[in-house]
């Protein structure tokens, strides 16, 4: 079983920051990438950013690129994502993924297919 431990949501105003953050533990082996969705209800996920498990490839979607940062701590099961210039837009639950088992340390890739966390409300209010 694996677990992913997500933090950091909230409230805030437009152009104002947050970080999440999420740690997976529990049996985990070898090399994955890890990223965030995010979800309202009734809408489609959006996959908002990836990162590989050395940390040196990322996706972006276009809808976050230039505002949102993801990293992750070296060495550890642990991302962060960093929004900066929140839009209200950007109000939705987003929920931590751990890929699945990856070919190399330079793969990002997460899909929706992954284990997911239980998901955190960010809200941006005008």
């Known amino acids: 079983q694996v677990q992913l431990a997500e933090s950091g949501g909230g409230s805030v105003q437009a152009g104002g920051s947050l970080r999440l953050s999420c740690t997976a533990s529990?049996?985990?082996?070898?090399?994955?990438?890890m990223g965030w969705f995010r979800q309202n209800p009734g809408k489609e996920r959006e996959l908002v950013a990836a990162i590989s498990w050395n940390g040196l490839k990322t996706y972006y979607s276009r809808s976050v690129e230039g505002r949102f940062t993801i990293s992750r701590d070296k060495g550890q099961n642990t991302v962060h994502l960093q929004m900066n210039d929140l839009k209200t837009e950007d109000t939705s639950i987003y929920y931590c993924v751990k890929g699945g088992p990856a070919e190399d340390v330079n793969t990002w890739y997460i899909s929706e297919h992954d284990q997911w966390g239980q998901g955190t409300q960010v809200t941006v209010s005008s």
């Open positions: 529990g049996r985990i082996f070898g090399v994955f990438g």
